[in-house]
T-cell receptor, first 113, second 112 residues
Framework: AAGVIQSPRHLIKEKRETATLKCYPIPRHDTVYWYQQGPGQDPQFLISFYEKMQSDKGSIPDRFSAQQFSDYHSELNMSSLELGDSALYFC????????????FGPGTRLTVT | DAKTTQPPSMDCAEGRAANLPCNHSTISGNEYVYWYRQIHSQGPQYIIHGLKNNETNEMASLIITEDRKSSTLILPHATLRDTAVYYCIVRNPGGGADGLTFGKGTHLIIQP
């Protein structure tokens, strides 16, 4: 079965640079979620979109923005990168806004040097 | 979302049933109990969810007490591949596309 696709899988950036992470949900899923997991920490919810509209917002820094496109894929844009942004970034998708089950992608490992 | 409490770690012998407890004494009537797990550095994986009745699927069983203040996730025949951090999450699915709040979870270690 098709799963959530994230690209790139690994990304190395320098401080103050920008990064764009992409997420392709499971086919027919219309809801996307972004999570951040720092080293040794539990996943933290950042933001979600349902039918291309922002639905819920968690602890997303102002330097980060995201959007969901007409084909339901989503992009997380991160600017003025800081060392503390080094983390695993997971995207999840679900069918409908009820969110009974969220299916997670393999993650993008971002390293900021 | 209601707060949950789980033991930080548990061991279980391979082939035995693993029983993971979760306390959610402040759960409200419209909140479900969800279980996810995360194998090291992989994306979290949905396991099962329930409201008040016991639930079973191909991965696990979920037992919810009658007062709904606690629950137990049961992996009937644990294998080494079940070693992971297991998260018990309580949330209202009618709240829209809300993000999951991951607590500390239980690190389950399956011993050979």
């Amino acid at each position: 079965a098709a799963g959530v696709i994230q690209s790139p899988r690994h990304l190395i950036k320098e401080k103050r640079e920008t990064a764009t992470l992409k997420c392709y949900p499971i086919p027919r899923h219309d809801t996307v979620y972004w999570y951040q997991q720092g080293p040794g920490q539990d996943p933290q919810f950042l933001i979600s979109f349902y039918e291309k509209m922002q639905s819920d917002k968690g602890s997303i820094p102002d330097r980060f923005s995201a959007q969901q496109f007409s084909d339901y894929h989503s992009e997380l844009n991160m600017s003025s990168l800081e060392l503390g942004d080094s983390a695993l970034y997971f995207c999840a998708s679900s069918l409908g806004s009820g969110g009974y089950e969220q299916y997670f992608g393999p993650g993008t490992r971002l390293t900021v040097t | 979302d209601a707060k949950t409490t789980q033991p930080p770690s548990m061991d279980c012998a391979e082939g035995r049933a693993a029983n993971l407890p979760c306390n959610h004494s402040t759960i409200s009537g419209n909140e479900y109990v969800y279980w996810y797990r995360q194998i090291h550095s992989q994306g979290p994986q949905y396991i099962i969810h329930g409201l008040k009745n016991n639930e079973t699927n191909e991965m696990a069983s979920l037992i919810i007490t009658e007062d709904r203040k606690s629950s137990t996730l049961i992996l009937p025949h644990a294998t080494l591949r079940d070693t992971a951090v297991y998260y018990c999450i309580v949330r209202n699915p009618g709240g829209g596309a809300d993000g999951l709040t991951f607590g500390k979870g239980t690190h389950l270690i399956i011993q050979p």
